[in-house]
């Protein structure tokens, strides 16, 4: 099966969308593990202790040195080989600070059965729901990204229809 051939210009505004997405990811990751370990941890027990935000800290590292290469990798990849999203890598991420609630003594909390089916290991209910859940900076380039690959997309399905 031949590549597809998509319009250059469509072609470097999703490249160029994605790099921006890929680069807010990797500059709020961090800061949104600290930031949700800690709301969970004060709801919970009232003030952080310096060893879980640490812990929260390291974790964040984690994360990003993690995830952010697991959406570039996928954001660098053709649309049609996209399995899955950039938001279901960030929702995969809340392992981190759940990790650390955990080590901390935190109990779970309580959930909707739905999010309960739906994300079994989400048990402090972190999973971002959107990009800007992680940081409101990431909405318009998510929301950008989403766009321009639904326009690549719709591009191609349609000159294939023409042929």
């Not at 290991?121 to 950008?144: I, K, Q, R």
Request: hydrophobic share 50%; glycine share 8%.
């Amino acid at each position: 099966m031949d590549a597809p051939v998509d319009d250059p210009g469509d072609a470097a505004a999703l490249a160029g969308y994605a790099a921006a997405l890929a680069q807010g990811i990797e500059a709020h990751l961090a800061a949104w593990v600290e930031r949700v370990v800690a709301e969970r941890h004060r709801a919970w027990g009232g003030a952080v202790p310096e060893e879980v935000a640490a812990a929260a800290r390291a974790a964040g590292r984690v994360a990003v040195a993690e995830v952010g290469p697991q959406v570039r990798d996928l954001l660098d990849r053709d649309v049609d080989a996209q399995a899955t999203g950039p938001l279901a890598l960030l929702r995969a991420a809340a392992v981190h600070p759940t990790r650390v609630l955990r080590d901390a003594g935190v109990p779970p909390v309580e959930r909707d059965p739905v999010a309960v089916r739906i994300h079994p290991d989400d048990v402090y209910d972190l999973g971002p729901a959107s990009f800007a859940d992680v940081h409101p900076d990431l909405h318009e380039p998510g929301l950008t990204w989403g766009a321009a690959k639904a326009h690549v997309i719709l591009a191609r399905r349609r000159r294939e229809g023409l042929r």
